[in-house]
Structures are given as structure tokens and as C-alpha cells.
T-cell receptor, first 112, second 107 residues
Framework: DAGVIQSPRHEVTEMGQEVTLRCKPISGHNSLFWYRQTMMRGLELLIY????????DSGMPEDRFSAKMPNASFSTLKIQPSEPRDSAVYFCASSYSTDTQYFGPGTRLTVL | AQSVSQHNHHVILSEAASLELGCNYSYGGTVNLFWYVQYPGQHLQLLLK??????LVKGIKGFEAEFIKSKFSFNLRKPSVQWSDTAEYFC?????FGSGTRLSIRP
């Protein structure tokens, strides 16, 4: 298996633009997680899905952030409009239930 | 409330020193316990995990952790650290992560 795949790996955009991050989980995994990591705030859980259904989105910062999982092999995290404070590394991870989470390589987002 | 506490935010050791990183949790029910490691510039990866059985768990690269139910702890240990162990270490209970401990090793 190729592991968790995230795209793009790097994204530089200007304030106010829409940003879409993509994730392909490991086949057979039924849970998917989106995290944000910064030096200041550390690792934060934004949202997680179980069987494609959002279970807990309490970590989503505000209405500018939205996440979808239309099927078991694809998820998106969208920021609209983006702001400089959204600059961070965004990780996607997948697991089978509450077993080991496998993390993707991350997307480094810079909002100018 | 369910939580995981890692009280050491930054630990600095010399090579060959022994390591113990603390992890305490508050969680009702069955616990699945994990230690993840994040090397500089990389993503998190599993170091070791405990679900049941022998409370002393051995992981990769010489790391081990001990589950002590009475103390709600799952501390990570390594008898002799190397410079390559420089990383951030995260304890987790199921899907709840601690805030991480940054480990710096002086060569």
C-alpha cells in the first residue's frame, strides 16, 4: 500500500483565496482524521470521520473551514477565505477504528 | 473529561543518557495506548502501542513503555539515547493525543 496520500505537498496562496487540501486514506481504513500543526499551537485535531460520516468537528476553527468525505477513498479540507493565521502543516491520518493512525506526509500551507 | 497529559514539554539529554518521558491519561473504559514519534520535518509514525496483555511493551529502535493501570500512566523509556532520537514524542489514548514532548540530544 502507498500509505496515506496528501496533495498538494506545498501550497502558497494569498489572503482571501480558497484553498483545498486533499487526502486519500489507506484502503480498508474506516476512520480519517485532519490535523493542523504549528509551532505555537502544536498538533490540533480539526475533524474526524468514521465510515465517511463526520463524528467530531469541534476542532474546526471557524466557518471558514469545511471538510468532506464523499467516499471511503477521498477527503477534502477547504479553507475559504484563507488568512495568514491559517499557515501551518495540515496532516491527514487514517486508521481502522481506534487502532494505529497512519499519517500522510502533510501539506505545508503558507498564506501571504 | 478525557485527556492525555505529557508534563515534560522539552527534554535535553546527552548521548547515552537514559530517557523516561511521562504520559498520564484520564479515560473511562478500555484504553488503547500509543506512542508516536515525529522526526524533524516528517510526519508522525508509530513507535509502539498497547492494547492488552504484558504491560511492558517493546517498540522500534530500542524504545519501551510500561502501562501502569493504577497510576493511569504509560511512560516511554529508552536505556541509552542516540543523537538520532532527536524528535517530538506524542502519547495518545485511542484518538486523544497529548501535547507532545520535544527531545533534544546533545552529541
Amino acid at each position: 500500500d502507498a500509505g496515506v496520500i496528501q496533495s498538494p505537498r506545498h501550497e502558497v496562496t494569498e489572503m482571501g483565496q480558497e484553498v483545498t487540501l486533499r487526502c486519500k486514506p489507506i484502503s480498508g481504513h474506516n476512520s480519517l482524521f485532519w490535523y493542523r500543526q504549528t509551532m505555537m499551537r502544536g498538533l490540533e485535531l480539526l475533524i474526524y470521520f468514521n465510515n465517511n460520516v463526520p463524528i467530531d468537528d469541534s476542532g474546526m476553527p471557524e466557518d471558514r473551514f469545511s471538510a468532506k468525505m464523499p467516499n471511503a477513498s477521498f477527503s477534502t479540507l477547504k479553507i475559504q477565505p484563507s488568512e495568514p493565521r491559517d499557515s501551518a502543516v495540515y496532516f491527514c491520518a487514517s486508521s481502522y477504528s481506534t487502532d494505529t493512525q497512519y499519517f500522510g506526509p502533510g501539506t505545508r500551507l503558507t498564506v501571504l | 473529561a478525557q485527556s492525555v497529559s505529557q508534563h515534560n514539554h522539552h527534554v535535553i539529554l546527552s548521548e547515552a543518557a537514559s530517557l523516561e518521558l511521562g504520559c498520564n491519561y484520564s479515560y473511562g473504559g478500555t484504553v488503547n495506548l500509543f506512542w508516536y514519534v515525529q522526526y524533524p520535518g516528517q510526519h508522525l509514525q508509530l513507535l509502539l502501542k498497547y492494547f492488552s496483555g504484558d504491560p511492558l511493551v517493546k517498540g522500534i529502535k530500542g524504545f519501551e513503555a510500561e502501562f501502569i493501570k493504577s497510576k493511569f500512566s504509560f511512560n516511554l523509556r529508552k536505556p541509552s539515547v542516540q543523537w538520532s532520537d532527536t524528535a517530538e514524542y506524542f502519547c495518545a489514548v485511542k484518538i486523544i493525543f497529548g501535547s507532545g514532548t520535544r527531545l533534544s540530544i546533545r552529541p
